[in-house]
């Protein structure tokens, strides 16, 4: 016997596998397999109902959105894709492993920044808080003017509106209206673009003009 044969011999050789145990694992195989036969069965059939509920969707004049379940992340991966598929906006909604679910909106209908923003923090859309804001942010500076404070204090006021209404129906939305309703310290309160007669100042003087001589004539 030569060398290596006899280191050989000498080894200790591995366990043998018994019959019981070649069993139990060639089981927990063909248990895995099935599980996963059976989970791309309900994902096939998850996706042939999602897909004609849309599509009934989509046919139907009367309908802006449709509301879905709650469903798992890879169900909801599945609704986003046929969504885009079929031309449709979709966007999810809720806390995920308690109501997390899907809202399909035809394109002509998909809401605008700030009402994603509340429906994803759970505030209910109201289309009049935005009116609400102009008006309040209009209030607070002509207080302001009204009651001369520092440039410091004015900044502080204003920003504490805007972080105060951002909660509420979101911070772009805020801003714009606290930017439209800005004070004009040289014009007055309402700018330019916000009055009704936008003409210069050259032309309302030629329509002056124009008048008194048709009364004249």
């Given at each position: 016997?030569?060398?290596?044969?006899?280191i050989l011999?000498?080894?200790?050789?591995?366990?043998?596998v018994?019959?019981?145990?070649?069993?139990?694992?060639?089981?927990?195989r063909?248990?895995?397999?099935?599980?996963?036969?059976?989970?791309?069965?309900?994902?096939?059939?998850?996706?042939k109902?999602?897909?004609?509920?849309?599509?009934?969707?989509?046919?139907?004049?009367?309908?802006?959105?449709?509301?879905?379940?709650?469903?798992?992340?890879?169900?909801?991966?599945?609704?986003?894709?046929?969504?885009?598929?079929?031309?449709?906006?979709?966007?999810?909604?809720?806390?995920?492993?308690v109501?997390r679910?899907?809202?399909v909106?035809?394109?002509?209908?998909?809401?605008?920044?700030?009402?994603l923003?509340?429906?994803r923090?759970?505030?209910?859309?109201n289309p009049?808080?935005?009116?609400q804001?102009?008006?309040?942010?209009?209030s607070?500076?002509?207080?302001e003017?009204?009651?001369?404070?520092?440039?410091?204090d004015?900044?502080?006021?204003?920003?504490?509106?805007?972080?105060?209404?951002?909660?509420?129906?979101?911070?772009?939305?805020?801003?714009d209206?606290?930017?439209?309703?800005?004070?004009?310290?040289?014009y007055?309160?309402?700018?330019?673009e916000n009055?009704?007669d936008?003409?210069?100042?050259?032309?309302?003087?030629?329509d002056?003009?124009?008048?008194?001589?048709?009364k004249?004539e």
């Amino acid at each position: 016997m030569d060398l290596l044969g006899s280191i050989l011999n000498k080894m200790t050789k591995p366990p043998t596998v018994g019959e019981q145990q070649k069993k139990a694992m060639q089981k927990q195989r063909e248990d895995i397999l099935k599980r996963q036969e059976e989970e791309r069965v309900q994902l096939k059939n998850f996706q042939k109902k999602i897909e004609a509920n849309i599509d009934s969707f989509a046919k139907d004049n009367t309908l802006e959105k449709l509301t879905l379940q709650p469903m798992n992340k890879m169900q909801r991966s599945i609704v986003h894709e046929i969504a885009e598929t079929a031309g449709l906006s979709a966007f999810s909604f809720g806390e995920e492993d308690v109501d997390r679910h899907v809202v399909v909106y035809k394109k002509e209908f998909t809401p605008g920044p700030d009402e994603l923003n509340a429906y994803r923090k759970g505030i209910p859309w109201n289309p009049d808080s935005v009116k609400q804001v102009y008006f309040k942010a209009f209030s607070i500076l002509k207080e302001e003017d009204e009651q001369p404070a520092s440039k410091s204090d004015s900044t502080v006021s204003s920003a504490q509106y805007v972080n105060k209404y951002d909660r509420l129906i979101g911070k772009e939305a805020v801003k714009d209206a606290v930017k439209v309703t800005q004070v004009n310290r040289k014009y007055g309160f309402v700018s330019s673009e916000n009055k009704k007669d936008q003409r210069s100042i050259e032309q309302t003087l030629a329509d002056i003009r124009a008048k008194k001589r048709q009364k004249t004539e």
